[in-house]
């Protein structure tokens, strides 16, 4: 499976400039005016994972194959949007189909890029875009909640959407529905509120390390768990730059790591995603899974065919697999296990399946 994450915001905060760096591409229009962005560009991006190039070198493969992610440069939204105001509610539909929410938030000052708000204040555009996101949800509830609709809703998304308008109408922390119903249910909803988020504050060069007023302000009212700060025009000149310029560059400004690893680590904490890893000859390959995820349904992400007839699962742990280099000598070493149908897999397991055709 492959996630995909929608970068939102007001016009002018960074969206398109952070899109083009994490996909490495000029897809998206960035320019100094609002609504650059119409219609959403989509990039997909392979997930960066050390661990597979240590399998590949003991497994001899041919060819690496990283799982992916794709994110979404949707326009930026304004106040009113909910009721058509800017581009509307088209650009909210495009939010409905994904996975996480990437709020991009300006926390920069600059005479040159216009701002849609006479001043920059993170916090307040932060809460614009969720009271539209709530009274898209807010309206789409009620209408699918309207007596002529409400006999193509079962029970179950009924009680979803009753427990979510509650909480709406009545200022309920709407992530109380993530302790009451099915992740899958929830998901089926279509509801914008309870998406995942990720917040990135889109900060100056000289602030991407200790961040700046601004950030502190956000942090303040919301807290950094799922807070980021990042330059997207640092992460667009990291790109540019080749592997070996890149390492230096970052030292350089004190840079750990980039905003696409950040990113990517949220989005599988946040989407609670693990990975494992199939590794021989031909190729090793890095596969995308829930957490708690069993046996025959991570086989599943290989092949359809693979859960149906699945027999059981070869499973060895990768830091046993790099200890004993390889499949032979793990199962020499007693370090690998035959896993039946109700083994839950294990981030990093590196599995082969045996399966019935």
Known sequence: MSFKCGIVGLPNVGKSTLFNALTNSNKAQAANFPF????????????PDNRLENLAKISKSKKIINTTISFVD??????????????????LSHIREVDAIIHM??????DDIQNVNPNVDPVRDLEIIETEMMLADLESIQKRLEKNNKKNVDEEQIKILETALD???????????????????????????IKPKIFVCNVDEQSVQKGNEYTKKFIDKFGNENTLIISADIENQINELDSS??????????????????????????????????????ETR????????????????????????????????????????????????????????????????????????
């Not at 650059?36 to 997930?47: E, S, Y």
């Not at 946040?270 to 494992?276: A, G, K, M, P, R």
């Open 105 to 110: 938030i300006r926390c920069f000052d600059s």
């Open 36 to 47: 650059c962005t119409i219609d959403p560009n989509i990039g997909v991006v392979a997930v």
């Open 245 to 282: 310029e890149r390492k230096n560059y970052m030292d350089m400004i004190g840079l750990k790591e980039t905003g696409l690893d950040k990113l990517i680590q949220n989005g599988y904490k946040i989407l609670e995603l693990d990975t494992f890893f199939t590794s021989g000859p031909e």
């Open 74 to 91: 949707i326009a930026g939204l304004v106040k009113g949007a909910s009721k058509g105001e800017g581009l509307g509610n088209k650009f």
């Open 167 to 193: 909480c709406l109408n009545n200022e309920k922390n709407i992530d109380l529905l993530n302790s009451q119903f099915e992740k899958k249910r929830l998901n089926q909803s279509g509801l914008l509120s």
């Open 286 to 357: 890095a596969w995308t899974i829930q957490k708690n995820c069993i046996a025959p349904k991570a086989a599943a992400e290989i092949h359809t065919d693979f859960e149906k007839g699945f027999i059981r699962a070869e499973t060895i742990s990768y830091k046993d697999f790099i200890e004993n280099d390889g499949w032979v000598n793990s199962k020499t070493n007693g370090k690998m296990r035959l896993e039946g149908k109700d083994y839950v897999v294990k981030d990093g397991d590196v599995l082969n399946f045996r399966f019935n055709t």
